[in-house]
């Protein structure tokens, strides 16, 4: 198959609004690719990388080559090359990565370098994200789309699930199932302005605290734990107080869902970093857990003794997990029978109170009767957490890939130092319209001072307000903070650049 196909494919979909127009596309596509092909064809369509991370961005695909005339590189082959790409390693891997990024571009059409391009630099933005995908492959494997989906959820791997579909046909979708050692992708939750909000939509619901730390996913099979993070990545070796805190469990084998965070001697969370850190580290794992120890905290029950409970009811998982673990191993939450009766209303006010006070985020409610659902994001669980604003001046922008090419797109963001200069804080390219991008594309070039081949340097005339999840230590940026989760919100033309928000404000976030 040539990746043109795939590109062609890719321009459809992104051309349409029409979901039914887009999943056909997709579902012809997907119906005349090798099964063997197809962990890679559908993995792309939904915008990620089966390498999952080369080591390269936009800067290494900055000043590519003049696209080739002819379409001659097959999905095999431009698969082949991104895997030698994701294997450099060592001294000059920089440099490497780039000279094999740019001898496939070089072999690339037009249309294949635009898709290249925003796959590699995760701006593909076509709208045929994992959902699509799935309904695509239940049109090309005549199958009911909620089978592939259970199947997907079950398997941890789109691309697995399409091989077996598109091999064996719909029977074969029975072989994913709920398997303790194979990770399920986690049910994820939707937000709510207020918590108010979110009782008014839920009804009778659990109040659960939302802890600021990584989400982990623990398979227990008698002796053996298996620890995964949220992205199905296995981490087990980093993480010996979580299996020591697996066997401690009332059970022979257990699928558990919860998070790992780092407490201070008072019981509150550490920085959001150093969880992370520690997570993440390879390195000295003995070392790591003597003087940042992690405290495993579980909020659901997948599965127990040989029993899948994916399909009941909140409470009822909860029971289960109730019984197996101790109190201080589970979330704290509240349970809200009836959120019209004020009584419980209030209490439920005092809950996410007193969890913010504590260092949390916020809180997680979850509808009492609602089955786990894997891999989704529905609407019975809802998160409700503060959202921070900050007035910040632009500085610099860069342009965008893929749906984003000629926009200056990811804006470089600073608050006022001391001194009454900017200092920058960090970047975010989210919650920007096409007339947003369009207009600040235009008011940008006017205010450069320097063009470099990333983008612009600007003169800081521009305020921007942007709403932030928190703010958190960083020795990349010169103020030594950074910011979490920034989106727009709006341009504040009302504001000079004096009026921003200072350094001092926004440190005054940290945790």
């Known amino acids: ?37 197809a962990p890679v064809v559908t993995t792309w369509l939904a915008g990620r990388l089966p390498q999952r991370r080369l080591g390269a961005g936009w800067r290494a695909l900055a000043g590519g080559p003049p696209p080739a005339g002819t379409a001659t590189l097959t999905v095999a082959a431009t698969d082949a090359a991104l895997t030698a790409v994701s294997q450099v390693a060592g ?13 496939l571009l070089a072999e690339a059409t037009e249309a294949e370098q635009a898709f290249l391009t925003g796959l590699i630099s995760g701006e593909l933005r076509q709208g045929a994200l994992d959902a699509l995908v799935v309904e695509g492959l239940a049109v090309a494997g005549d199958a009911p789309p909620a089978a592939v989906r259970r199947a997907v959820m079950l398997g941890g791997s789109l691309g697995a699930v399409a091989e077996a579909l598109l091999a064996r046909g719909p029977a074969a979708l029975a072989e994913f199932g709920l398997r303790v050692g194979r990770p399920v992708l986690p049910m994820l939750a939707r937000s709510a302005a207020s918590l108010d909000e979110g009782l008014d939509r839920l009804g009778p619901c659990a109040v659960e605290e939302k802890l600021d730390g990584i989400r982990v996913q623990v398979h227990r099979d008698g002796e053996r734990v298996r620890i995964y993070t949220r992205t199905l990545d296995e981490i087990t070796e980093r993480l010996p107080e979580v299996r020591r805190a697996a066997l401690e469990l009332a059970v022979t084998s257990a699928v558990l869902d919860g998070e790992v965070i780092a407490l201070d001697p008072a019981g509150r969370p550490r920085p959001f970093q150093e969880t992370a850190g520690r997570v993440g580290s390879r390195l000295d794992v003995a070392g790591a ?25 909140t409470e009822e998982r909860h029971a289960e997990l109730a019984r197996i673990a101790p109190a201080p191993r589970r ?13 419980q209303r209030a209490a439920a006010r005092e809950f996410l109170s007193a969890t913010l006070a504590g260092g949390h985020e916020g809180v997680l409610l979850k509808s009492v009767d609602a089955p786990y659902a894997a891999g989704r994001r529905g609407a019975a669980w809802l998160k409700v957490k503060p959202v921070h604003t900050l007035e910040l001046v632009v500085l610099a922008a860069e342009w965008g890939h893929g749906r984003r090419a000629g926009w200056l797109s990811n804006l470089h963001l600073g608050a006022r130092g001391e001194d009454g200069a900017p200092v920058m804080l960090g970047k975010t390219f989210k919650g920007l319209t096409d007339a947003l991008l369009a207009w600040q594309t235009e008011r940008l070039c006017a205010l450069a001072e320097v063009e470099e081949p990333w983008g612009v340097r600007v003169r800081p005339e521009l305020v921007v307000e ?11 940026y010169p103020a030594g903070v950074t910011l979490r989760f920034a989106r727009v919100v709006r341009y504040r033309a009302d504001k000079s650049p004096a009026e921003a928000d200072t350094v001092a404000t926004v440190r005054s976030y940290l945790r």
Do not use: C, N, Y
Not at 12 to 36: C, I, M, N, Q, Y
Not at 466 to 476: C, E, K, N
């Open 1 to 37: 198959m040539l990746l043109a196909e795939v590109a062609r494919t890719w321009r459809e979909v992104a051309a349409t609004t029409a979901r039914s127009a887009k999943v056909a596309a997709l579902g012809r596509l997907f119906a005349d690719t090798d099964p063997a092909l």
């Open 91 to 103: 001294a000059g891997s920089e440099a490497a990565r780039r000279r094999l990024l740019h001898g």
């Open 289 to 313: 857990h003597a003087t940042l120890p992690l405290s495993p905290v579980f909020f659901d029950l997948l599965a127990v003794d040989g029993r899948e409970l994916l399909d009941r009811p």
């Open 331 to 343: 979330v704290r939450r509240l349970l809200v029978g009836d959120p019209a009766d004020p009584e």
């Open 466 to 476: 942007v709403a932030i999840d928190g703010v958190q230590r960083s020795t990349r």
